[in-house]
């Protein structure tokens, strides 16, 4: 059974598929123990080799500035938790302009945090896409498995076998993404989404969206029998909000929504936890916006594991959670708003 944690395993089923084979394992020798030694087992009697994929994760800051910091705050911590979690770094792609862990405005160069005397949530990113190379023609490039020429080229190689974890942080309107002065289409997301599913490049699809209005990207065109399942931070026609405004640093470090599914995938084993349960604490604590989902809520009952990573041995210590007092609510503000309030502080 030890065995069964041999790289052959993984270079054969993949990560996520390690501690199955060990249980797989485990039941032959279970079944040999109680069968005893004078009774040979049959064909029929040995469970079926468990198939499995792979998780694969995009995440997208499409914001650029030191006004915007948060966009590329959430994003970096979103990777330190699927990284941490075992999704190997050739299996996750992320998309930031990368402009602010060396600004000149940055106290800390090198650094970038995501709560108040938060930990370096930057080190370790991969910088597959960065500067103009965040373009909404390259996420749905990426999405889809297209080649790519510029950036580190790397895109979905995803089967029908795999599940996919995408987040994006930025602006967002009605039925739009922001990514800089570009602006991503919810018709054409969706698009991209339909085509995902006829080229079989998934098996399940989550998408967790940061931006004002965010809603509009999948209510009444999201098809809930392609299995896939969204959660917004706003519905379609209001905003969502900044929060964790650093006096040191004059901006905001992230963004109310994100935060609270970041710090909970922190907080929880989320092997045990699943989305919905997710959904629903992040909808609570969520309380200057609303929180929602769509898609194929039979999605919502899976672990949150199974798509930000199953590796239950993390090697690196989730960062601390601030305490309550410090609560991210306390210097929300809405998007919109964001250049007035730092302004203003």
């Not at 065109?221 to 969204?230: M, Q, R």
Request: net charge negative; aromatic share 8%; hydrophobic share 35%.
């Amino acid at each position: 059974v030890q065995s069964g944690k041999s790289s052959g395993v993984q270079l054969l089923f993949g990560r996520r598929t390690e501690q199955k084979m060990e249980r797989f394992f485990a039941s032959i020798v279970c079944s040999v123990l109680i069968a005893g030694s004078s009774v040979a087992l049959k064909p029929e009697d040995i469970p079926a080799t468990p198939e499995d994929g792979d998780l694969w994760a995009v995440l997208v800051a499409g914001s650029n500035g030191w006004m915007n910091y948060r966009h590329q705050a959430d994003v970096c911590h979103a990777y330190q938790i699927v990284s941490g979690h075992g999704i190997p770094d050739d299996h996750i792609i992320v998309m930031m302009y990368d402009d602010l862990a060396h600004n000149r405005e940055n106290p800390t160069p090198g650094i970038i945090i995501n709560h108040p005397n938060g930990t370096d949530v930057y080190k370790g990113v991969p910088k597959d896409y960065t500067c103009n190379s965040v373009r909404p023609d390259i996420f749905l490039k990426v999405l889809g498995g297209e080649e790519i020429n510029e950036g580190s080229g790397k895109t979905l190689k995803s089967t029908s076998k795999d599940h996919v974890f995408v987040y994006f942080a930025d602006h967002g309107a009605k039925g739009i993404l922001g990514f800089g002065e570009q602006m991503l289409k919810a018709t054409a997301l969706q698009q991209t989404i339909q085509q995902m599913h006829s080229k079989k490049m998934y098996n399940k699809l989550v998408f967790y969206v940061e931006a004002c209005e965010s809603g509009s990207m999948f209510e009444g065109l999201l098809d809930s029998s392609i299995n896939v399942f969204a959660t917004t931070a706003s519905n379609a026609t209001t905003s969502s909000y900044a929060c964790y405004y650093d006096p040191e640093r004059k901006t905001f470090l992230g963004d109310v929504y994100s935060i609270k599914w970041l710090e909970d995938s922190d907080a929880e084993n989320i092997e045990k936890e699943t989305l919905e349960q997710q959904y629903l604490r992040v909808k609570k604590e969520t309380n200057t916006s609303t929180v929602c989902q769509f898609g194929d809520m039979s999605i919502s009952k899976m672990m949150v594991g199974s798509f930000q990573g199953e590796k239950e041995d993390v090697d690196s210590r989730p960062p601390p959670i601030p305490p309550q007092w410090l609560s991210c609510g306390t210097t929300a503000v809405p998007g919109p708003q964001v250049p007035l309030a730092i302004q203003e502080r």
